[in-house]
């Protein structure tokens, strides 16, 4: 999407009271509170180095065996920064996101990084798609090998500045509601292996237990090896 298609549709959005889209430099930007949010991909590099990136975990529950361009349904993807590591991990990336306003927020940061060398590659990988994740999963021909979904609580991190973007995003929406309709959806979609996120002592999510998991100190990926 172009930036003139992106400025055309955050016009026509209907915005909650106090709540605004606009233009911060080159980059869209939610604003609200005083606050703005705008992904920036360039953030994240980092941790896309490949000595670092084989150490994420989100990687290192996702990975497939013998599968030479694996395809993952990030069925919650929000802002897409867990996408952008599975798609430099070498996965091509569906991403679906309901909510109109983070799906033009999401859009706009795939197009800056289209721009920039080092992530040009990898954001080529991804595809973003503004629906219902449990319609797309339903829909969908062939059986993605990873089903990614991180339905965790925002507001349980510590962390100052996620907390800040999350405060921000709960302007506009709310965690999921029905966990069992997700996980349902995800599972029927045939995949290898369903990712979960979740927070480290949280329950597994609608009741599935996984394979197995990889844990951290807040937050661990339980694992659903399907095939």
């Known amino acids: 999407m172009e930036r003139e298609q992106i400025e055309r549709r955050a016009r026509e959005l209907t915005l909650p009271e106090g709540v ?56 919650t993807a929000g802002l897409g920064e867990d996408s952008l590591l599975l798609a430099a991990a070498g996965f091509s990336v569906t991403l679906c996101e309901n909510d109109p306003v983070i799906a033009l927020l999401l859009a706009d940061a795939l197009r800056r ?22 319609e797309v999963l339903a829909g969908m021909d062939d059986a993605p090998d990873v089903v990614y979904l991180d339905p965790m609580f925002p507001g349980r991190t510590k962390s100052a500045a996620v ?20 996980m349902d959806a995800a599972l029927a979609a045939g995949p290898r292996r369903v990712v979960v996120k979740r927070p480290v ?25 399907r095939r």
Not at 118 to 131: N, P
């Open 20 to 75: 605004e889209l606009r233009f911060i430099d080159d980059g869209l930007a939610l604003c609200a509170d005083g606050m703005s949010l705008c992904e920036d991909f360039r953030e994240l590099l980092p941790r896309l180095r490949h000595d670092r990136l084989g150490r994420e975990m989100l990687v290192r529950a996702a990975r497939v065996r013998g599968v030479e361009a694996p395809h993952a349904v990030d069925a």
């Open 113 to 134: 990084a289209g721009n920039e060398p080092q992530l040009a590659g990898i954001v080529s990988r991804m595809r973003l798609v503004e629906a219902d994740s449990v």
């Open 163 to 182: 907390k800040k973007k999350f405060q921000l995003l709960h302007h506009l929406e709310a965690p999921c509601a029905d966990e069992d309709a997700l």
């Open 201 to 225: 002592k949280a329950p597994v999510l609608a009741g599935v237990r996984p394979s197995h998991s990889v844990a951290g100190k807040a937050v661990r990926f339980d694992v659903i090896v």
